[in-house]
Structure formats: structure tokens, C-alpha cells
């Protein structure tokens, strides 16, 4: 009988400077999941691996990526007919920040470019109520810090979409889709050196938007909470 494995979507690498110094988004969700090298499996859809069969999935995570939803690209797009399979399997999944929208664009929802531009650094994250018995957002903090980093966002979610979490700019930064599909704009598997790599990395984008990078460094600060988001999804999937 086949084992059953928690699969790592990659969708796209981290800037070289971040890969060289600090490794790349699978790394760092397979970390914060607290999983064992050997229950996870990490698919590269960018480079067209093929996507697992639906009864190998014991849990999945989408990765985030430079690349854009709307670009509607080949590997991106059989991404987004995989998922409804999952979600009606009621098969624990999750998506950060790109898997975060290509999730609810596969379930109904829009993507589009952020009205306000970038959102980048360590923010503040506000829960809503309607997370207080979500097995990933219950008993937290009403705010907490998070890390950031996109220029897209949900511009209309499915209608079977339920918002766990919110903030000034980003109204959709969590939500629950059934019983076993969240998604997360914000980058629970980011830490301290990450966030500042990737905010060095974007500073042209940054000028341009207005914003100040020196302070967007200077405001990057541990985020403990959104971590724990990860990794009690990772907790799910071993149950």
C-alpha cells in the first residue's frame, strides 16, 4: 500500500540572494511545519513535475513565488484544476501568499493587482471571530505580527470562503474554504532574515511604490504567532 506524504507545491524560487544565504521556500515550509524529512515530498509544478495522485496526498502546502497568478501560466493552471480534487477529498491544504490566491481562483474567486501596490515587511494581522474555532486560528493573539511580501491579492473570494483574518490593507490576508483548505496572504514560513533579504531584494520596487526602505527594515521583528499557523497546520496533517 502507497504511504501517504505531505506534499511541498513549489511554485517558484526565492530571489539568489535569499537561495545562496538563507535556502528556498520549500525549505523553510518544511521547517516550520515541524515535519520529518522523510513524510514530505516536495513537487516542483514550476519545472512541470507531475502533481501527486489525490489518494497519495496526506496534506499539502502551495508555496509562494515571483510569478503572478494572472499570468495564467501552464504549470500554474493545472495547479489550479488539482485543487478543487483535494478540497472535495477534504484533504488538509494550504496556500501562501501565490497558493493563497490561486487556491480561491480555482474555487471561484478573482485575482488582480493590489489597488494600493506592494504590501512588504512585518505587519500587523487582525483575527476575526469567525476563527475562534479554527483549528489554525483558534485562541490567537486578536493581533499579531506577520511578514508580507505581494503586489496581487483576492479581489473577490469563493463564495465558500470564510475570512479567518484581516488588516488595514489587505481585507482577505486568511481564509477557510470547508473543513481542510485555508489560505494565508501573509508568510508564516518567513523569520527575521528572510523578510530583510527579500525587502533588499525588492528595494526598486519599493522606492517606487513610496515607501521607505530603511524603515520597513528597521520594523522587521519576530513573529512567532504566524509561524504557529504553520506549523498547527503540519500538526493536522500528522493526526
Request: proline share 5%; hydrophobic share 45%; with cysteine.
Amino acid at each position: 500500500m502507497e504511504t501517504k506524504k505531505l506534499f511541498i507545491i513549489k511554485t517558484g524560487e526565492a530571489f539568489p540572494a535569499v537561495v545562496d544565504e538563507l535556502g528556498d521556500f520549500e525549505d523553510w515550509i518544511a521547517k516550520g511545519l515541524g515535519q520529518g524529512s522523510d513524510d514530505v515530498q516536495v513537487v516542483n509544478a514550476e519545472y512541470q513535475h507531475p502533481l501527486p495522485e489525490i489518494r497519495a496526498v496526506k496534506g499539502a502546502v502551495i508555496a509562494g513565488s515571483h510569478a503572478m497568478v494572472t499570468q495564467n501560466l501552464d504549470w500554474s493552471m493545472k495547479i489550479e484544476a488539482w485543487i478543487p480534487k483535494l478540497i472535495q477529498a477534504e484533504i488538509p491544504l494550504l496556500g501562501i501568499c501565490y497558493g493563497h490566491q490561486i487556491i480561491a481562483r480555482a474555487m471561484g474567486g478573482k485575482v488582480d493587482f493590489h489597488p494600493k501596490g506592494i504590501e512588504i515587511g512585518t505587519t500587523d494581522i487582525e483575527c476575526l471571530n469567525s476563527g475562534d474555532k479554527d483549528p489554525l486560528f483558534q485562541d490567537l493573539p486578536r493581533i499579531f505580527k506577520a511578514h508580507v511580501s505581494h503586489s496581487q491579492t483576492i479581489t473577490k473570494l469563493p463564495e465558500s470562503a470564510v475570512v479567518m483574518a484581516k488588516n488595514i490593507f489587505e481585507p482577505h490576508h486568511a481564509y477557510r474554504i470547508g473543513n481542510a483548505a485555508w489560505g494565508v496572504q501573509f508568510h508564516p514560513e518567513y523569520d527575521i532574515a528572510i523578510m530583510k533579504t527579500d525587502i533588499k531584494n525588492m528595494s526598486q520596487a519599493i522606492n517606487t511604490s513610496g515607501q521607505d526602505l530603511a524603515l520597513l527594515l528597521d520594523r522587521v521583528e519576530d513573529t512567532p504567532i504566524a509561524s504557529m499557523v504553520l506549523r498547527r497546520f503540519g500538526a493536522l496533517v500528522s493526526r
